[in-house]
């Protein structure tokens, strides 16, 4: 069987080399004229890997390599492509799916399949393949995260069985799962431009991450940005009198009152899967509108950011200041909708590899401060700069979020924050005046015993 139609796709942002854009392998697909396609998605378990490691960029790293060599074995007749943290295999024709496609590399997978009929019209066609792509990810996701192992299912029969299995939550966060294209059919067509992701249309690629830092001069400041509670939103602590108690929407968040409709056999699983697809098309053209707005305000800031994260970017800067003033304007774009939080470290000698892996970790840890605030109304809620002591009403709500977190136990919502204070507890000591590191070290003794 011919490779043509998939030719030339662009590369999948991140994933190793050989490994093609889902969006560019849909788009060419949809031009043929196959009346049906068999589709099929594997998923990963990122959050849990990224845990593992102890290290984002890494567990990235983990993940899309067990990807790539899972879409190596599936053989022939089939045409891998990627996104995000998922593997997309298709094949012209009813088919059952390739066999081999459970662990790889050590990694959680979850997949699953289906047959697209495919109209005539070309439009119409990548309209159909990017919602199946959207039904055939949700039920990979379901596979995924469910207690007993499936196999590879087919996404129509996991589907119907998810109201059954999960939560009014529990679908709701399935239905807010990541898509191949954040715009539709006519976005996808039109693409993005040379050097963008072509997920993410105006925001600098991954792939032109490395060359940047390499050629990078003047005074360095490693950024690293995450948009906060995208799934559930933010919800403010202790709002003032008259002030509005939920800062941000959430997709999950969103997506509750469908899902209780789903759960409750009110609508059909076809039309709270198109519902929910409207949605997370609006949401993620809002993300990627927030996105351009950060790296335009790290290009006043003598810098660039990169698509490198998912939610959030990357990249390197002169002027650490001109960030929180980056981070500012473009939580200010999407206000009530969503917003992200920067962290910052200096580069203090010449950047080269080692520079970078030392930095970006100061970065993140950073990054961390500012989730651990994020329902809070103080500064470093938005911005942290590593080593940057925090105020001491600041430390008190980082603590006391930490506390919360430990006292709800193991399966609360945002439980991996405290793994990760237990990982840097050592820089959470160089960041709290000492009241509230010595209940840090109270809390830390509790959740490592």
Known sequence: MTRAFLWPPRHAPGFPAGCPDTGDVLARLARTRHASVTLVVVTSALRATVEQSGDHEQGLVRVRGSLAALGRAAGAPW?????????VLVRPGDHDPPRA?????????????????????TGARLAVLLRAGYAVSMAARA????????????????????????????????????????SGASRALRGAGPG???????????????????????????????AHDIEWGTVVRHPSPGAAGRRTAGNAHLLLPLATAWRSGTLPTPVVLRRAYGLRIRRESLLVEHLRALDDGAAAAGGRLFAALGDGLCGLV?????VWTAVHVANARTAGQLHSGAG????????????????????????HVTKTLKASTHEARVYQEFGRPLGAAAADAAVAFLTELYEQ???????????????????????????????????MELAVG
């Open 79 to 87: 045409h891998p492509s990627y996104y995000g943290k998922d593997l």
């Open 101 to 121: 496609l459970g662990e790889g590399e050590g990694v959680r997978h979850g997949s699953a399949w289906e047959h697209v009929r495919l109209p005539a019209d």
């Open 143 to 182: 596979v995924r995260d469910l207690p007993e192992p499936t196999g590879c299912g087919r996404a129509a029969d996991v589907l119907a069985a998810v109201p059954r299995r999960l939560s009014d939550e529990g679908c709701a966060a399935l239905l807010a799962g990541v898509l191949v294209r954040p």
């Open 196 to 226: 963008e992701d072509p997920r993410l249309p105006g925001v600098p690629s991954a792939d032109a991450w490395p060359a940047y830092a390499r050629g990078f001069t003047g005074p360095a400041h490693y950024v690293v940005t995450d």
């Open 318 to 322: 002169t002027d650490p200041d001109a």
């Open 344 to 367: 910052v470290a200096r580069i203090p000698g010449a950047i080269d590899a080692a520079e970078l892996r030392a930095a970006a970790g100061r970065a993140h840890f950073a990054l």
């Open 409 to 443: 136990g193991p399966a609360a919502r945002g439980g991996h924050h405290l793994a990760h204070a237990v990982r840097h507890r050592d820089h959470w000591h160089r960041h709290l005046p000492p009241t509230a590191a010595a209940r840090f070290d109270r809390l």
